[in-house]
């Protein structure tokens, strides 16, 4: 974790250094960088404190179920139009079985879970590389949900930690907040990576 705390930080600390002693040596596009570096790191800090944040109350257990019916279809959907202007340019396939349009679950860490799986197959997947997501209503009622992408895959010596705390791989962000989203509330994230 303090990889994950330090990187950035380093990054802020060197860039707001060269605006403070450079600011008029340095030119309007060069200033422009340092604080868009600032800006991204600062991004992504609160991304990472929220993540954090969440996890630890996932864990304890406060955070309330708020159990909603929707249309999986409809919240997937919502998911990929905000990757239409990604620079990797992804190529999306929803396949789903029918019943998937009345699901009844806690939709919001549903959907936060779904879209962090999402992003990091559309991270770690080629350029204009095929993302497919399958929603399947199976017998006993619930949703599953699969998502395939033709990325290099996790190495074999991270599946076996891939859910535990502050874990990352070199091919995917940490997996744990979307495992314990989906045990906390009475699903189940599993994992699997083929050549």
Known sequence: MSHE???PLAVILSSSSML????LRLNETKRDEHFR???TQ???LTE?????RLLSRLDAS???VRRETIDAREVVQELISEFANSPRLPHFHLSYNEGVDRVTFDATLWRRALSQLIDNAVKYGPIGGAVTIQLRRRIDGLLEATITDHGPGLPDDYLSVA????KRGNNSRGLRAR????????????CSTEP
């Open 163 to 166: 859910f535990k705390p502050f």
């Open 5 to 7: 705390l330090r990187t």
């Open 20 to 23: 403070e002693r450079y600011y």
């Open 179 to 190: 495992a314990s989203a989906s045990s906390s509330r009475g699903g189940a994230l599993k």
């Open 37 to 39: 570096r600032i800006h």
């Open 42 to 44: 600062v991004h992504y």
């Open 48 to 52: 990472f404190i929220d993540k954090l």
């Open 62 to 64: 406060l955070i309330p």
